[in-house]
């Protein structure tokens, strides 16, 4: 008898994950490949996305592998991919891409976001040379035979259907979807006064958790797959991750501690603040507010190697604040809770103790997260009952203490928390769904 499986993906900046779930969402697989990738270089922060194709094709034929070896015959019925948020390429309609990516924290296309000021809604997502809609601008004036833009996300999940010119509506907040009236806006169209994209070029929005099809007949004798498995849509990084989490309740929060810094809180109402990079994404009933620092563990990697951060993590003292004032950011440039993408990263003074460093930049990413909260709750959100902990950072106990100091919340490490199982659950949803 074959037992089904759901598979989440998550690709963030550095590596990609697979986390493979039963009918009764525990985790049978958890499998991790790391991958280089380069550091922002001024505004600029590419990557060739025939580069993930090679690391998605690996993953999947090594998760199938450890599949085969568990009890229970286990076979895959459900896909569901998530991926970093305002990633994007140009394609052809086949999928081919005409681009490299164009990553979340690109900050090239300073001309388009002034040209995006003039016509866009104030309280649109879309502001800003980060913004998805800023790099289409640029794509489109590059490549202007593009016929299809392509998030990270839903341009692999594509690559398992061979149908694009599908997305979900949390990775296309940024380009310009209107999430509240659930539709691409007026002002967006080349048949505007007010032209700012072609409609062609936009793909078809549908709600995360969505059966978009059917994986190849070739793919499926691949990987090993169910005969019907399917490819549901996903979502982004941060919110796969909050769903990992378990957060579900109005003032639940997440603070994601990844490459990135990234705060989530259930909110009964959006809120959108491009002043503060804050925005809002519905998810089921609910909607998601918030925003994402470029502030994170980037940065750490910056200045230590991973076996270096965790040779120190013992000698920290949470208890005995360093007094060092930083603001620590990868490149110039920040999105939340302050939008300024002239923002310097600060530093100094560098005390001759590394511990002590990596203590200081610890407690700068956590005043970001602190800010970040107290934002929000001036705006009108409710104060965070309770926040969750997801990425990577969360193993890391002594940042947890510093965080609780500086925040003043109580924080709990979520059972689960890679964003690679938030997607697993999804996939999940889409075959109980179909």
Not at 137 to 160: G, N, V
Not at 248 to 268: E, P, R
Not at 319 to 331: H, M, N, R, S, V
Not at 336 to 359: G, L, M, V, Y
Request: charged residues 20%; contains cysteine.
């Amino acid at each position: 008898m074959i037992s089904t499986a759901f598979l989440g993906i998550d690709i963030g900046t550095t590596g990609i994950r697979a986390s493979c779930i039963n009918t009764d969402e525990q985790e049978l697989i958890c499998h991790h490949m790391a991958f280089e990738s380069q550091l922002p270089v001024a505004d600029k922060n590419e990557q060739d996305p025939n580069d993930w194709l090679i690391l998605l094709d690996k993953l999947l034929i090594e998760t199938s592998n450890k599949l085969d070896k568990l009890d229970g015959n286990y076979r895959i019925s459900a896909i569901s991919i998530d991926g970093t948020s305002s990633s994007l390429l140009a394609c052809k309609k086949d999928g081919i891409a005409l681009s490299q990516a164009l990553m979340y924290n690109d900050q090239q296309s300073q001309k388009q976001a002034e040209i995006i000021s003039r016509f866009a809604p104030a309280a649109s997502a879309v502001h800003g040379a980060s913004s998805s809609l800023a790099k289409a601008l640029k794509l489109l004036e590059k490549y202007p035979q593009t016929e299809i833009f392509c998030h990270q996300a839903d341009w692999l999940a594509s690559s398992l259907t061979s149908r694009y010119g599908v997305s979900d509506e949390n990775n296309c907040l940024k380009l310009g979807y209107d999430s509240i009236n659930q539709q691409w806006p007026n002002w967006l169209f080349s048949n505007n006064e007010n032209a700012i994209l072609p409609e062609a070029l936009l793909p078809h929005i549908v709600a995360p958790g969505t059966n978009i099809g059917k994986v190849t007949s070739d793919l499926i004798k691949k990987y090993k797959l169910d005969e019907n498995c399917i490819v549901v849509a996903g979502t982004t990084d941060s919110i796969a991750a909050t769903l990992a989490t378990g957060a579900n309740q109005l003032g639940d929060a997440v603070t994601s501690l990844g490459s990135t810094l990234v705060i989530k809180l259930f909110s009964d109402k959006p809120i959108f603040n491009p002043e503060y990079g804050i925005y809002s994404h519905r998810l089921n009933d609910h909607w998601l507010v918030g925003g994402a620092s470029n502030s994170g563990g980037a940065v750490l990697l910056q200045h230590f190697t991973p076996v270096q951060l965790d040779e120190m993590m013992p000698d920290l003292k949470p208890e005995q604040p360093t007094g060092l004032d930083y603001y620590p950011l990868p490149a110039t440039g920040e999105r939340f809770p302050d939008n300024d993408c002239h923002k310097q990263s600060r530093i100094t003074p560098r005390p001759a103790s590394d511990i002590e460093f990596f203590q200081g930049l610890l407690e700068g990413i956590a005043r970001i997260e602190a800010d970040a909260y107290k934002k929000l709750t001036d705006l009108g959100a409710a104060t965070p009952k309770r926040i969750f902990t997801a990425g990577g950072g969360h193993k890391n106990p002594a940042w947890k203490q510093i965080r609780e100091h500086i925040t003043g919340f109580k924080i709990s490490n979520a059972v689960h928390s890679e964003a690679s199982y938030g997607s697993a659950l999804l996939a999940r949803q889409g075959y109980k769904a179909s």
